[in-house]
């Protein structure tokens, strides 16, 4: 997965903030192609083709953009942008998930069954990692390179998921 240079996103990311559409539109090209293929990832479904994948992560992704321009004047620290547009999708892509499967939807997570609502009411990266993890069966190393992080971070959120899921229980 490519990296966006941070520099030039945070320069960009502060110039938007200004009132400058063409830095919105900068920010446009220099991440819509890691945004799509994240958003084709959190939507793969073995059962539809891959048009139907297609589709959707490209009506995600119009909601996530028009986000993007409405309120990157909150973002705080414009060094933040990559994990927060990176939020966005998921968030934009868990609506799709939850249109298609439904709040109920059972999830083998952790030695326990879940579902889809419990999963998305941990902390976000916890049900980020979570459902990519048990939902859409990804390898650790597979959502680390996805989520710019070690093995070893995703693995701990796991974890806490885990610990968060089981608290349910009683």
Not at 102 to 125: C, F, K, M, S, Y
């Amino acid at each position: 997965m490519e990296r966006l240079d941070p520099v030039y996103l945070s320069d960009l990311v502060v110039k938007a903030q200004g009132g400058s559409s063409n830095a919105c539109a900068e920010l446009y090209g220099a991440s819509v192609q890691q945004q799509y293929g994240y958003a084709c990832r959190c939507l793969l479904d073995e059962n539809a083709g891959k048009e139907t994948t297609k589709d959707a992560a490209r009506e995600a992704l119009k909601e996530v953009y028009m986000q993007m321009i409405h309120n990157i004047r909150s973002l705080q620290s414009p060094a933040l942008f990559t994990a927060w547009l990176s939020s966005l999708t998921f968030r934009a892509c868990l609506e799709k998930m939850e249109d298609a499967a439904g709040e109920d939807t059972p999830v083998q997570a952790g030695g326990g069954t879940w579902t889809l609502r419990q999963i998305l009411n941990l902390p976000l990266t916890e049900s980020q990692v979570t459902l990519m993890r048990y939902y859409q069966k990804l390898k650790t190393q597979y959502i680390a390179d996805l989520l710019n992080m070690s093995g070893s971070s995703v693995r701990r959120y796991l974890r806490s998921a885990q610990e968060h899921l089981k608290r349910l229980e009683f």
